[in-house]
């Protein structure tokens, strides 16, 4: 199966998406909630205006296939609510590692704005702009607030989610990210680099 993410489109536009899908099918699972409703697409809009940042380019390709929040209807102003409160619990690590409450504020506060990819699940899976503007994929584990490295680019994320499904279905395994993620075939699909990462205030926690 490993030779099915060779056949990948090299852009990322809706011929990607629809790869992505008829891959969905090889495999018999599912990655995001395709074919967004018009009432799922105001979602989206709101979750625009939640924030100063435009919705990066790659993550707009996305939002007109998918709707990043499952099925929860009221998707924008709830990962708003979602994201406030990653931020306390971020903000309160911060205080005990030393930080005044102004500084951990004022670092909470200035991280770049994280932008949902797949949420309201045990980890929700979202993106973040970078200082070079490029787009990082970090998952957050919803219950401790803890966030991991995913990938560069959200090609990258698609090819890595797709390898780890073909590695757990070889190995007869549960897709874990956190457990798999340094497998050689699924780290080289993630472009993650190794030095000079992506910098978010909740990877250095």
Known sequence: MWELLNQAPERLDNTFFQWVRAAETTLGITFADWDPSDEERRQIEHLGCATSETIPNELQVYYDHAYPFDHVKNGAAEWV???????????????????????????????????????????????FRTSNGLLAVIQIDSLSAQAVPVALGLKSYFLAQLALEILAYETDSEPAWTE?????????????????????????L
């Open 180 to 204: 798999q993620r340094s497998y050689p075939a699924i780290a080289a699909m993630t472009h993650w680099p190794e030095t000079d990462p992506p910098l978010h205030v909740c990877l250095q």
């Open 81 to 127: 609510a979602r994201s406030k409160q990653y931020d306390s619990v971020w903000t309160e690590r911060l205080r005990h590692k030393g930080m005044t409450q102004e500084q951990a504020d004022e670092l909470v506060s200035s991280a770049p704005f994280l932008w949902p990819v797949d949420c309201f699940h045990r980890f929700d899976t979202v993106a």
